[in-house]
């Protein structure tokens, strides 16, 4: 019988490309075979700046259904799959305040030895993609996590191009996330999965 695995996707989206990888990534994840979360940092910005964006209005309408993140279900995941569209080549603040909050859970030693992977995207190709998840990664080594990126282990990792996790150039939110970036996807949780699960697997052989 294979070790069980818990995958929690942890994401902040404000027009939703973010939203759909996540969900992409729950779903591969799942056919990996992995119990999973999907779960959403919650907004921070006032309704006003929402309204005044249709494409960000939209999203928060689609994604009530997916509940908000708690320190539970960090506590809960062998893994966490981290996503946050670049802002300004660091994490959007909503994911970043969710990070924040757990510091006693980081002092308690709750977050160390598990798989953590990245997810990101960006207006433009050179829009801070790698320096947003090379940011979070920081934060991951902190954690004395175990960090999981794809790579160029897969033969299309040479198409996207991206080792650091899975990334999408959205524009203004106008480039619709396609195969390229699902690919990404279901490649990375797949590796998350298959790792997590040799880790967790040795672990509860040692011990």
């Keep these: 019988m294979s070790t069980p695995v818990n995958v929690a996707v942890v994401y902040y ?8 990888i996540a969900r992409a990534l729950a779903e591969d994840a799942e056919k990996a075979g992995a119990d999973v979360r999907l779960r959403r940092a919650a907004e921070l910005a006032p309704q006003a700046a929402i309204d005044s964006n249709p494409a ?12 908000e993140v708690v320190a539970d279900d960090i506590v809960w995941a062998d893994a966490v799959i981290f996503g946050s569209p670049t802002r300004y080549g660091n994490l959007a603040a ?18 160390a030895d598990k798989v953590y992977s990245g997810f990101t995207s960006s207006a ?18 902190h954690f004395g996590g175990i960090l999981v990126a794809p790579g160029y282990t897969d033969p299309s990792k040479f198409v996207d191009g991206n080792p650091y996790g899975t990334s999408h ?3 203004q939110g106008d480039i619709p996330v396609g195969e390229q970036t699902l690919t990404a996807a ?22």
Excluded: M, P
Aim: no cysteine; glycine share 12%; charged share 15%.
């Design 13 to 20: 989206s404000s027009t939703g490309t973010i939203a759909t």
């Design 56 to 67: 960000w209005a939209a999203n928060v309408r689609a994604t009530t259904d997916i509940a």
């Design 94 to 111: 909503q994911l970043k305040q969710f990070i924040d909050t757990l510091g006693g859970l980081w002092q308690a030693g709750a977050l």
């Design 124 to 141: 433009t190709a050179h829009g801070g993609q790698e320096s947003t998840l090379l940011a979070l990664y920081n934060t991951i080594h």
């Design 169 to 171: 150039v959205a524009g």
């Design 186 to 207: 279901r490649v990375q949780a797949e590796r998350v999965v298959k790792f997590t699960r040799a880790i967790k697997a040795g672990l509860a052989a040692e011990g």
